[in-house]
């Protein structure tokens, strides 16, 4: 579903974040991406939705050349891509109904599914009896399920993370992970970028470590690999 030929990206302010990257990342997959903090991680995530741009190089995504999509078509290809942050990126002013039923209407899906589709998606990440809650009422482990809700309502192909459990403990840190299991589970690629050594060595997928913007280790399940 997603293959890059030689990426490389380099910043304006000339930092090369990524120094020729090849990757293949195949329908239903779960990849960890690991590696030292400033190794490129993010930005070799964020050129997957289109958040970055390669500087050389290909991204094909289904197909797509991501590199020269236009501007225009990018929401499009959007609709695909759940993306899953670190700091959760909820709309404070929204309720979790409404903060999960915005993905919806942004792509103008017919209301008369809006209100099942919602519920039901809160349902899978167990928070269906906290839909009038603002997010500010909410513990941290309970935005990040409003925000996978949000990530997975229009049920895309590709649900990307970027240290989705970065702000959690480690008991709120295992419930999360088995929501992206199951998501997984149901065919959805996860791609996760994690420091999460407890996790990655226990629940076991594919791991890329990433170095200096260059993949030093590309293995079916295997190891987190640094002390931290
Ligand atoms: P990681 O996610 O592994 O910590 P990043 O992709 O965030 O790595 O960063 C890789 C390198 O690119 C770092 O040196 C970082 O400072 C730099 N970088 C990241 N984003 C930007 C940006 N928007 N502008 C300039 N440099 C950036
Ligand atoms: P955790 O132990 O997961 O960090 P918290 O101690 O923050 O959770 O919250 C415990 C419960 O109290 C959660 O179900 C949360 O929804 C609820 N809660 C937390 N803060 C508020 C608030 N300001 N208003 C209403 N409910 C809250």
Redesign the pocket.
Known sequence: MLEMKNVYKKYKNGVTATNGIDVKIDQGEFVYIVGPSGAGKSTFIKMMYREEKPTSGTITLNGIDMGSLKNSKVPLIRRNIGVVFQDFKLLPKLNVYENVAYTLEVIEENPKNIKKKVMDTLDLVGLKH?VR?FP???????QQRVSIARSIVNQPKLVIADEPTGNL?PD?SWEIMNIFEEINTRGTTVIMATHNKTIVNTIKHRVIAIESGRIVRDEQRGDYGYEI
């Open positions: 906290k809650m500010d009422e909410l513990s941290g482990g309970e403990d709120t």
